[in-house]
Protein backbone atom coordinates (compact mmCIF):
# COMPACT_ATOMS: atom_id res chain seq x y z
CA UNK A 1 0.00 0.00 0.00
CA UNK A 2 1.01 3.42 -0.94
CA UNK A 3 0.37 5.75 2.34
CA UNK A 4 -0.94 9.36 1.36
CA UNK A 5 1.98 11.76 1.41
CA UNK A 6 1.31 14.24 4.26
CA UNK A 7 1.99 17.97 3.08
CA UNK A 8 3.85 20.11 4.31
CA UNK A 9 3.56 24.56 4.02
CA UNK A 10 5.25 26.14 1.70
CA UNK A 11 6.62 29.39 1.97
CA UNK A 12 6.86 30.50 -1.62
CA UNK A 13 10.70 30.54 -2.26
CA UNK A 14 11.09 27.27 -3.59
CA UNK A 15 12.18 27.22 -7.03
CA UNK A 16 11.34 24.83 -9.65
CA UNK A 17 14.87 22.24 -10.09
CA UNK A 18 16.49 21.17 -13.29
CA UNK A 19 15.11 23.84 -15.55
CA UNK A 20 17.31 26.17 -17.39
CA UNK A 21 15.71 29.69 -15.76
CA UNK A 22 14.55 30.38 -12.85
CA UNK A 23 11.01 30.36 -11.46
CA UNK A 24 9.14 29.65 -7.95
CA UNK A 25 6.31 28.00 -6.09
CA UNK A 26 5.12 31.90 -5.29
CA UNK A 27 4.69 32.37 -9.01
CA UNK A 28 3.07 29.90 -9.54
CA UNK A 29 0.59 30.67 -6.70
CA UNK A 30 0.37 34.18 -8.54
CA UNK A 31 -0.47 32.64 -11.84
CA UNK A 32 -3.23 29.77 -10.70
CA UNK A 33 -4.55 31.84 -7.61
CA UNK A 34 -4.61 35.59 -7.96
CA UNK A 35 -8.14 35.21 -9.30
CA UNK A 36 -9.85 34.25 -5.23
CA UNK A 37 -13.24 35.40 -6.57
CA UNK A 38 -13.49 32.20 -9.08
CA UNK A 39 -16.07 30.01 -7.79
CA UNK A 40 -13.36 26.93 -6.61
CA UNK A 41 -10.84 29.59 -4.78
CA UNK A 42 -13.19 31.13 -3.40
CA UNK A 43 -14.67 28.48 -1.36
CA UNK A 44 -11.20 27.52 -0.13
CA UNK A 45 -10.39 31.38 0.76
CA UNK A 46 -14.06 30.72 3.16
CA UNK A 47 -12.50 27.79 4.48
CA UNK A 48 -8.73 29.62 5.54
CA UNK A 49 -11.21 32.85 6.79
CA UNK A 50 -12.58 30.18 9.28
CA UNK A 51 -9.44 28.95 9.99
CA UNK A 52 -7.65 32.50 10.95
CA UNK A 53 -11.28 32.57 13.28
CA UNK A 54 -10.39 30.29 15.70
CA UNK A 55 -6.30 29.76 15.11
CA UNK A 56 -2.84 31.47 14.72
CA UNK A 57 -1.24 31.32 11.97
CA UNK A 58 1.10 29.08 13.02
CA UNK A 59 -1.08 26.69 14.32
CA UNK A 60 -3.45 26.28 10.34
CA UNK A 61 -2.15 23.10 8.75
CA UNK A 62 -2.64 22.52 4.63
CA UNK A 63 -5.80 22.55 4.09
CA UNK A 64 -7.47 19.00 2.95
CA UNK A 65 -10.30 18.89 0.49
CA UNK A 66 -11.26 15.03 1.03
CA UNK A 67 -12.25 15.72 4.48
CA UNK A 68 -15.96 15.35 5.61
CA UNK A 69 -15.25 18.15 7.41
CA UNK A 70 -13.47 21.75 7.01
CA UNK A 71 -12.04 23.03 9.92
CA UNK A 72 -11.56 21.40 13.68
CA UNK A 73 -11.50 23.38 16.54
CA UNK A 74 -8.95 22.95 19.54
CA UNK A 75 -11.95 21.10 21.68
CA UNK A 76 -12.85 18.83 18.53
CA UNK A 77 -15.65 20.77 17.04
CA UNK A 78 -16.05 20.09 13.52
CA UNK A 79 -17.22 22.76 11.31
CA UNK A 80 -18.16 22.73 7.84
CA UNK A 81 -18.27 25.99 5.07
CA UNK A 82 -20.23 26.58 2.62
CA UNK A 83 -19.24 30.03 0.63
CA UNK A 84 -21.92 31.98 -1.44
CA UNK A 85 -21.59 35.34 -3.36
CA UNK A 86 -24.00 37.49 -5.58
CA UNK A 87 -21.28 38.73 -8.00
CA UNK A 88 -19.56 35.85 -9.77
CA UNK A 89 -16.27 35.54 -11.64
CA UNK A 90 -17.83 36.36 -15.14
CA UNK A 91 -20.28 38.87 -16.73
CA UNK A 92 -23.99 39.13 -15.14
CA UNK A 93 -26.73 40.85 -16.39
CA UNK A 94 -28.01 40.64 -12.99
CA UNK A 95 -26.91 39.31 -9.67
CA UNK A 96 -26.84 36.12 -8.36
CA UNK A 97 -29.02 34.40 -5.44
CA UNK A 98 -27.24 33.17 -3.26
CA UNK A 99 -27.70 29.94 -2.09
CA UNK A 100 -25.68 27.25 0.19
CA UNK A 101 -25.24 23.66 -1.40
CA UNK A 102 -23.98 20.68 -0.54
CA UNK A 103 -24.69 20.20 3.54
CA UNK A 104 -24.72 16.81 3.18
CA UNK A 105 -22.72 14.52 2.00
CA UNK A 106 -22.37 10.71 1.89
CA UNK A 107 -18.38 10.18 2.72
CA UNK A 108 -16.03 12.75 0.02
CA UNK A 109 -13.33 10.43 -0.24
CA UNK A 110 -13.23 6.79 -0.69
CA UNK A 111 -10.53 4.26 -1.73
CA UNK A 112 -9.69 0.63 -1.86
CA UNK A 113 -6.66 1.39 0.69
CA UNK A 114 -8.09 2.92 3.04
CA UNK A 115 -11.66 0.56 3.86
CA UNK A 116 -13.91 -1.57 1.82
CA UNK A 117 -16.47 -0.08 0.19
CA UNK A 118 -19.95 0.49 1.48
CA UNK A 119 -23.18 2.20 1.38
CA UNK A 120 -23.36 5.23 3.05
CA UNK A 121 -26.27 7.52 3.71
CA UNK A 122 -25.99 11.48 3.12
CA UNK A 123 -26.24 13.62 6.11
CA UNK A 124 -24.88 16.58 7.78
CA UNK A 125 -21.33 15.68 8.51
CA UNK A 126 -20.21 18.50 11.09
CA UNK A 127 -21.61 19.68 14.36
CA UNK A 128 -21.37 23.62 13.25
CA UNK A 129 -22.09 25.15 10.08
CA UNK A 130 -20.61 28.02 8.61
CA UNK A 131 -22.36 29.76 5.66
CA UNK A 132 -20.04 32.52 4.28
CA UNK A 133 -21.76 35.22 1.68
CA UNK A 134 -19.33 37.36 -0.15
CA UNK A 135 -22.21 39.62 0.24
CA UNK A 136 -20.64 42.99 -2.09
CA UNK A 137 -22.79 43.96 -5.44
CA UNK A 138 -20.42 46.54 -6.48
CA UNK A 139 -17.53 44.98 -8.84
CA UNK A 140 -15.85 48.46 -9.05
CA UNK A 141 -15.00 48.14 -5.59
CA UNK A 142 -15.19 44.54 -4.81
CA UNK A 143 -12.16 43.23 -2.06
CA UNK A 144 -12.20 40.01 -1.07
CA UNK A 145 -9.55 40.92 1.52
CA UNK A 146 -12.26 43.48 3.11
CA UNK A 147 -14.19 41.53 5.76
CA UNK A 148 -16.54 44.27 6.01
CA UNK A 149 -17.61 42.64 2.60
CA UNK A 150 -18.12 39.34 4.16
CA UNK A 151 -20.91 37.83 6.33
CA UNK A 152 -21.64 34.76 8.77
CA UNK A 153 -23.88 32.77 9.24
CA UNK A 154 -23.41 30.45 11.96
CA UNK A 155 -25.61 27.49 12.91
CA UNK A 156 -25.45 24.36 14.73
CA UNK A 157 -26.33 20.79 13.06
CA UNK A 158 -29.75 21.09 14.45
CA UNK A 159 -30.48 24.42 13.54
CA UNK A 160 -29.37 23.83 9.91
CA UNK A 161 -31.59 20.83 9.99
CA UNK A 162 -34.73 22.82 10.91
CA UNK A 163 -33.38 25.84 9.04
CA UNK A 164 -33.46 23.84 5.45
CA UNK A 165 -36.22 21.27 6.20
CA UNK A 166 -33.49 18.46 6.79
CA UNK A 167 -32.18 19.60 3.23
CA UNK A 168 -28.77 19.50 0.91
CA UNK A 169 -29.20 22.94 0.24
CA UNK A 170 -30.63 26.41 1.69
CA UNK A 171 -30.88 29.21 0.28
CA UNK A 172 -30.22 33.37 1.50
CA UNK A 173 -33.92 33.98 1.37
CA UNK A 174 -34.74 30.77 3.49
CA UNK A 175 -31.83 31.99 5.81
CA UNK A 176 -33.30 35.37 6.31
CA UNK A 177 -36.58 33.96 6.50
CA UNK A 178 -36.16 31.84 9.49
CA UNK A 179 -34.71 35.06 10.65
CA UNK A 180 -31.00 33.39 11.07
CA UNK A 181 -28.56 36.78 11.40
CA UNK A 182 -24.96 36.87 9.95
CA UNK A 183 -22.15 37.82 12.20
CA UNK A 184 -18.74 39.72 11.05
CA UNK A 185 -15.68 38.24 11.28
CA UNK A 186 -14.18 39.79 14.27
CA UNK A 187 -17.49 38.37 16.59
CA UNK A 188 -17.32 34.76 15.39
CA UNK A 189 -14.90 33.33 17.28
CA UNK A 190 -16.82 34.31 20.80
CA UNK A 191 -20.27 32.65 18.80
CA UNK A 192 -18.04 29.21 18.12
CA UNK A 193 -16.66 29.10 21.55
CA UNK A 194 -20.73 30.18 22.79
CA UNK A 195 -21.97 26.97 20.79
CA UNK A 196 -19.41 25.25 21.81
CA UNK A 197 -19.99 25.63 25.69
CA UNK A 198 -23.37 24.38 25.43
Known amino acids: MYKRIEPKKLTGKETFKNANKEFTI ?15 LRGALAE ?4 NVIKEPKEIKV ?9 LTAKGTKIEVKCSAYLQD ?7 SPAFSGLKAKELYWNSAVSEKKETIKD ?4 LYILVLQKHKD ?6 LNMNQWDFYLLTKEELKDASKNGGSISLVRLNKQKVSPYHFNELKAEIEKR ?3
Open 196 to 198: EST
Open 63 to 71: RNPWGDFDV
Open 26 to 40: LQFWQFAFSNINSNV
Open 124 to 127: YKAD
Open 48 to 51: FLIE
Open 90 to 96: WDQTNLS
Open 139 to 144: PDNLNL
